[in-house]
């Protein structure tokens, strides 16, 4: 006990020591919490440190949004641009009659089908019945690209065409029987039906994949039928249409008016806090201060090439890879339509994606036997070199691409996946017109900024001088042989 009691006065000095010294003193001789020790020895920051992490905090969270909304974007791209060629109205219902070419910019758009998209907009017309047509390989998708529900033979019409009700988010009236009726996340949707083309002596016959797009019908569930507008189908081919999304502070305009007009269940909570976070709230005025101004305008050239980046040094996983011994990728990952890996979201697959491509849909997933659709493309060549327009390459199809429907090889920017543009326009090549065949009955599609000698007119697809290109194998109707890889496209090669 007396023990204790002799040490006290020396540990009571001590302290009274130190309550008298300095607090920076202090500071340096008492122990304190490791944040304290990291946070400027628990004082302020020096005010210019604090405004300019500030700014590097909103600038961090614009690049996140940018990410996770740009398959909205994207999405409002393509609706403002056609709305701004042919009009808006759920009856109106642009066909590419002459097949899409590269004149109308749109991400990585297929040549080689038909296509029909319209825009609708269920807060404006409550439900909306959409007839569609027989064989139609199609999708509805809110605003974010997240799928409704296909059409076609992976779709509940099982391709014999039928009528689909759309439902806005808020809806909660009665449900008619003898609809295909789904509900949307989002007051807009996409309208996304491609018909196939036949096949012609020299090139693809458009006529009977353009008539069936032409059955499609839209009308308000509610409306008498004297009073629903006819259809229109303006022919959208040979038309400079430019359907791309923002690459300016329209980013930030366009998606303030879209968190504006949609409910605030399109988005969920966290999302919507991030958007809050640089002055996005539905509802309130969007007034960025001009250095915010800047920071944002910064967000929407740096995300992007952080975005490109991502897809030029690959996935450290390699779950993107199609084959152990061949260049093509997997745009999906191997992962869902909804962007689902094995226990969480793939947002940096997402945004690659919708980087490059748009419409998304589990016909375009899944792995069934002649009636989906697969997209294996190679940015590198069998060298593992980036394909660049300035050089020749040869892609050599072994015989019998499984592909009950077609298969077609396109070239694509590499940015945005618009199609590669040279006078030939087409960049495309499929199995529905003219193609040269080897004697085996294999198919050698050519790659250059000049047709070389040896290549066939209908084989050659032109490039950009120096401008890098990837290019797409698509196999529509896909055949068990894709699936265990009894046949792979080889890889794209390089001729001297």
Do not use: C
Not at 5 to 12: D, G, M, Q, R
Not at 266 to 284: F, W
């Amino acid at each position: 006990m007396w023990k204790a009691i002799s040490v006290a006065p020396v540990v009571l000095s001590t302290f009274i020591g130190l309550v008298g010294l300095p607090p920076s003193v202090r500071a340096q001789q008492a122990d304190a919490p490791p944040l304290v020790k990291q946070l400027n020895n628990g004082n302020w920051l020096p005010q210019k440190e604090a405004e300019d992490l500030r700014d590097e905090l909103f600038y961090q969270r614009a690049v996140h949004s940018y990410m996770t909304m740009l398959p909205v974007l994207n999405t409002i791209g393509m609706r403002d641009g056609s709305e701004a060629t042919f009009g808006k109205g759920y009856n109106i219902l642009p066909i590419w009659k002459d097949r899409m070419d590269a004149r109308t910019w749109v991400p990585t758009p297929n040549a080689d089908v038909i296509y029909s998209m319209n825009y609708l907009d269920l807060k404006e017309t409550g439900p909306l019945v959409v007839a569609a047509p027989a064989n139609v390989i199609g999708m509805f998708t809110d605003f974010f690209q997240r799928t409704i529900t296909d059409v076609g033979l992976i779709g509940p019409d099982r391709a014999r065409g039928g009528l689909y009700l759309l439902l806005p988010p808020d809806y909660s009236g009665d449900i008619p029987q003898g609809y295909f009726a789904f509900k949307s996340q989002t007051y807009n949707v996409l309208l996304f039906f491609r018909t196939v083309m036949k096949k012609g002596e020299s090139a693809p016959d458009p006529k009977a994949a353009v008539a069936a797009a032409e059955q499609t019908r839209v009308y308000p569930l509610w409306t008498p039928e004297k009073d629903v507008k006819p259809m229109q189908f303006p022919n959208a081919s040979g038309k400079r249409i430019d359907m791309m999304y923002p690459v300016d502070n329209k980013f930030w305009t366009k998606l303030k008016a879209f968190i504006d007009y949609e409910p605030s269940s399109a988005i969920d909570p966290e999302l919507r806090g991030v958007l809050a976070s640089i002055g996005m709230v539905k509802g309130q005025p969007f007034n960025p201060s001009q250095k915010q101004k800047e920071l944002l305008q910064k967000a929407v050239e740096t995300a992007p090439k952080m975005i490109l980046a991502m897809r030029q040094l690959g996935r450290p996983d390699q779950r993107d890879r199609y084959y152990t011994d061949r260049q093509y990728l997997n745009t999906w990952a191997a992962g869902t339509s909804e962007w689902l890996q094995d226990g969480y979201l793939d947002v940096n697959q997402r945004a690659s994606y919708f980087q490059i491509a748009f419409s998304t849909a589990s016909a375009m997933v899944m792995r069934t036997i002649g009636a989906g659709s697969k997209y294996p493309f190679a940015v590198r060549d069998a060298n593992g070199d980036f394909l660049n327009g300035a050089s020749t390459y040869k892609l050599h199809l072994p015989p019998n691409p499984p592909a009950a429907l077609f298969w077609a090889v396109t070239a694509y920017n590499i940015t945005d996946g618009t199609m590669v543009e040279t006078p030939q326009l087409l960049p495309s090549i499929n199995s529905l017109g003219k193609v040269a065949t080897n004697g085996d009955g294999s198919i050698d599609i050519w790659f250059g900024p000049a047709k070389p000698a040896e290549a066939a007119d209908t084989n050659f697809i032109q490039t950009v001088n120096g401008r890098n290109f990837l290019a797409a194998v698509r196999l529509y109707g896909t055949g068990v042989e894709f699936f265990d890889q009894t046949w792979k496209p080889d890889d794209v090669v390089k001729v001297k």
